[in-house]
């Protein structure tokens, strides 16, 4: 069984790792910033920012 429209359904998640070094922050500032609900989160075990919606929020990655 394939699901073609899944990927659009299911957003990109990453870690505070992950994305501390797209927006030129320490991951434990990332963190603290999901925490205080300035970045598009949830907490599953550890918290996963939602890459779509930090992107939009951003104006996109790579740019200093």
Do not use: D
Request: some cysteine; aromatic content about 4%.
């Amino acid at each position: 069984m394939s699901y073609p429209h899944l990927s659009e359904a299911v957003p990109q998640l990453a870690t505070t790792v992950e994305v501390a070094p797209l927006i030129h922050r320490h991951p434990r500032t990332v963190a603290r910033m999901c925490r205080e609900g300035r970045l598009p989160a949830i907490k599953l075990g550890e918290w996963l920012i939602n890459l779509a919606l930090l992107s939009k929020m951003t104006g996109g990655f790579g740019r200093n």
